[in-house]
């Protein structure tokens, strides 16, 4: 267990032991606990009191499925606030092989100057300069460093955007098939990266070096376990497979929760050209294919890949909240559109929601026209080429309102809402406004209770609790380094067990699973302690006014939560 810790105004790197107030810790958990105990929450995010972190989750580099994810914070200089954003991919498995609990990035490089970070698989790290790389796209700049370092290695690094400290910039993490198609996107993190003057961080991929178990035949027991709970759902076993997360597009349709035209409709005209079942159709008359493995040890193969008429690969992976954002927020119903869209977002290094909102908020403001393709491609190009408006798109959805002085800007904290209308579903407007984060789709969406029948998505009642237990798991689950596709079998009485096993064996504890939430909310009190600490109050866990007063089609209702409803939310 050891932290790398980089001080990017020195250049100096040192390896230390994990401090005794961290052990345990991974992902999320690690971030957060850290970012609130040693960022000034007042700094400027893109100066050098400023902390980058790059943390596996706490079973990362194990051979428990679905456990590639990696955590990413800062403060966010998109909202303000306290940040964790995570990526799939290779890179969270390849850190958790090398032994690194955390890659820490302190102070910021002397303006001009570019450097990647290497850490070889016999855990030597340096600094390597990186200027000859400024200004390519992550695409270009992944081939090249797989040129130069082989490939057996994992790659996160940021585009342009992410260089020119624009607030809605990704890093970008390179997949199983080597491409920068998986994205820590949400918070502007890669404007964070980039005021370092950190183009890129290459691992070894080849590491055996993880982090010891203290039970390793009763870790392979729940392991195997937990990946039966997987096989047996489905959902992870027969959707997602077929579909991906773009199978989300017909039952949120069909709920009326689908954000459309910058959030005038909850059902999208034309649904059914951007759904999972027409990216699959497509794909098997091109010669695309879906059901792909996309991230390191996923047995769920939810990634596709997209091409082109011609049989030319276009983008991986084509998922749900791109489709929502890039289609129906914009009004374009044309996959190939959308698909292009997407490319262009990886290879610059821009979040795609924050990207197609701000979009929508453009064509919403009458500055083109919503459904107009050729005028969204053009609008992204414009990021690449560094002009005004690129520069204010680049800068989220929030920005480009300010800019055309357009007050339908369906943000909280100052990031863009996600592709669930909170009006067609009370409890993720509980969860995008009370969320440390800002709005988020990842931080305890109630989706599945819905699905369920548990609640009734269009009326008051159990939706701060629903929320509230959904954030708390969710922070654990962002902390175990699991993907939240395979999260939902903790809800399982085999899935849940397993689950909880698994970190026994791993800690040598004899935690249950009432316990493992009680670090969730251990996570989510430092996350808002942060935000109270640099100046956030309960005023700013609120929705934009619109989401109250404007009926949603086709329920024709509002975000019914009342504030002091909200404020209840964190009482645990």
């Known amino acids: 267990m050891r932290f790398i810790r980089i001080n990017m105004s020195s250049l100096e790197i040192s390896i230390e032991s994990v401090p005794a107030q961290y052990l345990g810790l991974g992902g999320r958990g690690l971030v957060s606990l850290y970012i609130s105990d040693n960022v000034p929450p007042d700094c400027n995010p893109l100066g050098p009191h400023n902390v980058l972190i790059f943390a596996p989750g706490l079973l990362g580099g194990t051979n428990l499925v679905n456990t590639s994810r990696i955590a990413v914070g800062a403060k966010s200089p998109l909202t303000g606030t306290i940040k964790e954003s995570n990526a799939g ?33 016999d855990g030597e790290t340096q600094l390597i300069p990186a200027n000859d790389y400024k200004g390519m796209g992550t695409y270009a700049l992944t081939k090249a460093l797989f040129t130069v370092f082989g490939v057996d290695n994992s790659i996160m690094c940021i585009g342009p955007a992410g260089e020119r400290m624009l607030a809605a910039a990704s890093i970008q993490s390179t997949d199983t098939k080597r491409r920068p198609c998986r994205a820590a996107g949400r918070g502007g993190l890669g404007a964070v990266m980039g005021s370092k003057g950190l183009k890129a961080i290459v691992l070894d991929s080849r590491g055996t070096s993880t982090d010891a178990i203290y039970d390793p035949e009763a870790f392979q027991k729940a ?27 017909a039952p949120i349709n069909s709920m009326g929760g689908f954000p459309s035209y910058n ?6 005209d034309g649904w059914e050209k951007i759904s999972g079942e027409q990216v699959a159709e ?9 059901g792909q493995q996309g991230c390191s040890k996923c047995m769920i193969q939810c990634s596709n890949e997209f091409v082109d008429e011609q049989g030319e690969f276009v983008t991986s992976s084509l998922q749900y909240e791109t489709i929502w954002s890039m289609g129906g927020m914009t009004g374009i119903d044309d996959l190939d559109i959308i698909a292009r869209l997407d490319f262009l977002c990886d290879d610059l290094g821009v979040d795609t929601m924050s990207t197609g909102v701000g979009v929508a908020v453009a064509m919403d403001a009458g500055y083109r026209s919503f459904g107009d393709g050729k005028a969204a491609i053009e609008m ?16 989220g959805p929030q920005a480009v309102g300010r800019y055309f002085n357009h007050p339908r800007v369906p943000v909280v904290k100052g990031q863009s809402i996600s592709g669930y209308d909170p009006r067609a579903m009370q409890g993720n407007a509980v969860t995008y406004a009370t969320s440390p984060m800002g709005a988020d789709h990842t931080a305890g969406n109630v989706l599945a209770d819905y699905i369920a029948g548990k609640l009734d998505p ?7 609790e629903a929320s509230r237990r959904h954030q708390i798991m969710m922070a654990v689950v962002d902390s175990i380094g699991l993907c939240v596709l395979a999260s939902h079998v903790i809800s399982t009485a085999e899935g849940g067990d397993a689950f909880v096993r698994a970190v026994n064996a791993k800690l040598g504890a004899s935690l249950e699973l009432e316990m493992l939430m009680d670090m969730g909310a251990r996570i989510l009190k430092a996350e808002r302690d942060f935000n109270r600490r640099a ?4 005023q700013d866990d609120r929705l934009p006014r619109f989401f109250y007063e404007e009926p949603l089609s086709p329920h ?16 645990f």
Not at 385 to 394: A, M, W
Not at 556 to 571: G, H, S
């Open 263 to 268: 959030a005038k409709k909850g059902v999208f």
């Open 556 to 571: 024709n209702t509002v975000v019914q939560i009342t504030d002091d409803e909200m404020d209840k939310t964190f009482e």
């Open 458 to 464: 269009l009326k008051s009642e159990g939706q701060v």
């Open 380 to 395: 992204v190009e414009e990021i690449a080429r560094g002009t005004e408006l690129g520069e204010v798109l680049g800068n």
């Open 89 to 121: 991919g290779t890179f969270g498995d390849s850190a958790g092989r090398l032994g690194v609990t955390a890659i820490i990035i302190e102070g910021c490089a002397p303006r001009g100057q570019a450097w990647l970070l290497k850490v070889a698989v």
């Open 223 to 249: 392991a195997g376990d937990f990946a039966q709970a997987v096989r047996n759902s489905p959902f992870s076993s027969s959707v997602l497979p077929r579909f991906g997360t773009a199978g989300l597009v």
């Open 535 to 538: 100046g956030f109050t309960n």
């Open 282 to 290: 497509l794909m098997a008359k091109r010669g695309g294919r879906t």
